[in-house]
């Protein structure tokens, strides 16, 4: 028995035998021909074949891992489709006198060096998909099945590395994991496993000699096992039992209501980081999006992103979610999110700093660029706007007076605008003690209970010799919360929560004899959550 | 013949996926399409040229339209830049 440690991509438990992945090497040789025609059909056969394969991975692609992720394959097609490509294709083939394999492994090189010669690290990373495309005809031409076979057994893949077109053409039954040398936890093929829920490791040092080896994974703790030894393996296929239930039982919480015995229903939204998680966020069957941090924006980008960048990122997560309700944070940088092009002055203390609010309140330039694209996308689906650091009711009525201006530019300008709600998070203590003022500025509350713990214990996360100090059940945060709540119903609108407390199950029956109106978890919590509340009374 | 220049906003420049989009907007119109870029020039519907030019966030580019309905097929390329690029 050997014991790996590798970086977790995915969680789960897989046990099975292990299958080395190397790549088809399509040996071409180079031969004179008669027949120029032919090789031309050929050639054209071959391409219409491989583009057919592409549009096929295309729509798998996008039922399994969302249309964003998909698009690389379009994008192979249509590569395929270039002239550029086919024209040096032709021209080998008759200038030449040689096969149509010689022709497309020519032109896939010279095109795939001058892709590699380019500057810009972007292009270089370019000549990846042009060999991807000429392998591919060429499999066709030689025979080789390019379709990554990977027998009848459902197996572990073990790689060095592997590309998206790999990954989604696999087929799922048959896999049970993935193992790689390469790649990192944001690669495209990390977001597929974890798009696909496979348990994934990278960072393992790969051998071929574990080809045909029983292996187990432990995706909750980045252990891969080889040759496992009888107790061990009783021991993962015990863990592996309860997850395989675990699962099962979850599925069948899918499209159903979140409702007690009692009948007392709740909602159960998702938080996002990025557009990238909105396949789990269809997947675990959310009712809506309750937090999606617009940060990612503004820390993805060298400069401030322009009204337009950020409409058109708004829009796509409002049409993907398709009527129901996203509610969009606005920035809330500052504290342990910085970015360089803001120019924030070092801060003795960053959490009680200038962060959030407090930039958009006196920097309004910025908060207009941000609101006016939440407005225009909000004519595309169901958007709501959330404020977060709030301490006073001024804040909010200055906040109302800048959202009312832009909203009025909007329609002087003739753009189309949504019925947006506009409320804030709570999460300070000052917005909790005042949520009965508060209440009747805004059109709902979030609690974010990170922060109002933070505030409440005067407990740094961070630091780890408080921990024994630190409880995440306090009773003083419960009755904060208990008080926004009744504070909310008093002025009649709704509250959430969207903090890390929302997806703690030990305090989902609290949260419901409280009247919470919505909980806002990671998307993996939902269906957990969604089998609490129906056990519930 | 119709005219139009435009900087890239987009992060990464005309990159796969919008390069993708734009060869197939501009294979709708019957009109030769050029796109001029730090002294580089290729033809708008075919991908692998138009990536050659590694058109980055920032750079100025020059489009020119010759054929039918030049004009109008330059505002709609137009409209598309300011959408995705």
Known sequence: MEKFNGKKIFSGIAIGKIKYYSKVQNQVVRKKIEDKEEEIRRYEAAKEQAILQLRELYQKAIKEVGELNAEIFEVHAMMLEDDGFNDSVYNIITSQEVNAEYAVGMTGDNFAEMFANMEDDYFKARSVDVKDISERVLSILIGNSSDSEIGDEPVIIAAEDLTPSETIQMDKSKLLAFVTKAGSSNSHTAILARTMGIPALIGIDIQEEWNGKTGIIDGYTGIFIIDPDEATLEEYQGEKKQEIKKKELLQTLKGKENVTKSGQKISLYANIGSISDLAMVLQNDAGGIGLFRSEFLYLESDDFPTEDEQFIEYRKVAETMAGKKVIIRTLDIGADKQVDYFRLDKEENPAMGYRAIRICLTRQEIFKTQLRALFRASAYGNIAIMYPMIISVDEVRQIKQISKEVKEELKAAGIEIGNVEEGIMIETPAAAVISDLLAEEADFFSIGTNDLTQYTLAIDRQNAKLDSFYNAHHEAVLRLIKMVVDNAHKAGIWAGICGELGADTELTETFLKMGVDELSVSPGCILPIRQIIREAE | ?85
């Open chain 2, 1 to 85: 013949m119709a005219t139009f220049q435009y900087k890239i906003t987009d992060e990464v420049g005309i990159h796969a996926r919008p390069a993708g989009r734009l060869v197939k907007e501009a294979k709708q119109y019957d009109a030769e399409i050029t796109l001029k870029c730090n002294g580089k020039n290729a033809d708008v519907k075919k991908l692998m040229a138009l990536m050659s030019l590694g058109v980055r966030k920032d750079d100025v580019i020059a489009v020119t339209v010759v054929g039918k309905d030049d004009a109008a097929v330059a505002q709609k390329l137009e409209a598309f830049f300011k959408d995705n690029l």
